[in-house]
C-alpha cells in the first residue's frame, strides 16, 4: 500500500509517499523557520497562512519525487492532533479533498504516536513493549508503548518541554533560532563542566519519573546577569556545554528509573530533541540500554513518519469519516505509574 502522508500541526510544511509503512518513496519537509526567527517563537497566524499557501505545492512535490500520479495512491494518513489547530487544519482539510477526489480511505493520527514510529522507517523494529522518549519543542514523555496505536505516558515535564528550554535559553543568549541545534553544535567546543546548574527536586511517589525545565532555564539564564554585573565575558560554548550536560541529565534520571522499575530496557526516541548528539551519545554508552533513535532527517517534524504510521491502521480498515476533525491536544493517552 502506497501511503501519502500530510504533517503540519506546527510549522514545518511536510508530506511523503511511504510503501507499506516502511519504504520512504519521498519525504518532502518545507520549513517556516525564517518567517517566524524574528519572533523568536512560532506565530500560529502565520504558520498556518503558510501552509495554506504551500501544502498544494508541498504534496505535489512528494508525489514527483516519489515518482507517482495521485491515482498510484492508495491512501492519505494526516496528523489530526495534537498541534496547533489553524495548522492542523489546513492538513486534514487537503488530506479530505485528496482522499475525496481519489476516492480513497484517510485516517487521522496522531503527532507523537509519528515520532514514536519515525525510527521503525530505517532501523531494526524492537518488539512491543518498550520504553518510548519523546522530545521535541511542545512535549516531553517518556512512555511505555505496548503496540504502534497505544501508548501509556509513565512521566512527563511539569513545565518547559526541553526543547522549549533549548530555545529560551538560546533566546536569551542571542544564539539563534531555533535552539536546540545551535546549542547542541556550540556545546561540543565548549566545558560541560565549566558551570553547575541545579537539577529540579527529586520528585516521589507518582512523580518520579516527572521532570522539569523552568528551575534549570531560569539559573542559566540568572547567569547571563551574573556575567553582566561582575563585567565578565560570556563564554557561549561553555554555556551551551553546561547547560546541554544538565538538560540531557534531567530526562536521563527520570527515563532510568523507569527502565529500572518497569524492568524494559529499550528505549525508542522520537522527536526533534532525539537529534541532540550528547543524549544520543549518553543513551548509546549506557550497559544493558538498547537505544534506538531516527536518522536525523526524521526526528523533527516530518510526513513519512506520519504515512508509515497511518499505512498500519489504514491496513487493519481503520478510516476517518469527512467529518473528522483537528484536535490541539492529544486524546485518549492514558497515564500510570508502572
Ligand atoms: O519535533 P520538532 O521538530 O517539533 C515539535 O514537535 O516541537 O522539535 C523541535 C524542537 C525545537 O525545540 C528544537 O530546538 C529542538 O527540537 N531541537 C534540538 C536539536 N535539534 C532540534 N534540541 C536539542 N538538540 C538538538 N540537536
Ligand atoms: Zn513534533
Redesign the pocket.
Known sequence: MRILGIETS?DETAAAVVEDGKAILSNVVATQTPFHTEFQGVVPEIASRKHTEWIYAVVKEALDRADVKPADIDGVAVTGEPGMLGSLLVGVNFAKAFAYTQDIPFVTVNHILG?LYASRLTEAAPDYPFLGLLV????SIICRADSFSSLTVIGTTIDDAA??A??KVARYYGLGY????V??KLAQTGDASAFRFPMPNLYKGEHRYDFSYSGLKTAVINQLEQFRVKHEAVIPADIAASFQKTAVDVLLRSLFRAIEDTGLTTVVAG???A???HLRARLAAHPGVRAVFPPLSLC??NAAMIAGLGYHYLARGDRSPLTAVASSRTQGFKRKYP
Open positions: 506546527c515520532h521535541s519543542g511542545g512535549h526543547g522549549e533549548f530555545d531555533p535552539g536546540g541545534a546549542i547542541d522527536g526533534g530533541v537529534a541532540n548528539s523533527g517534524d
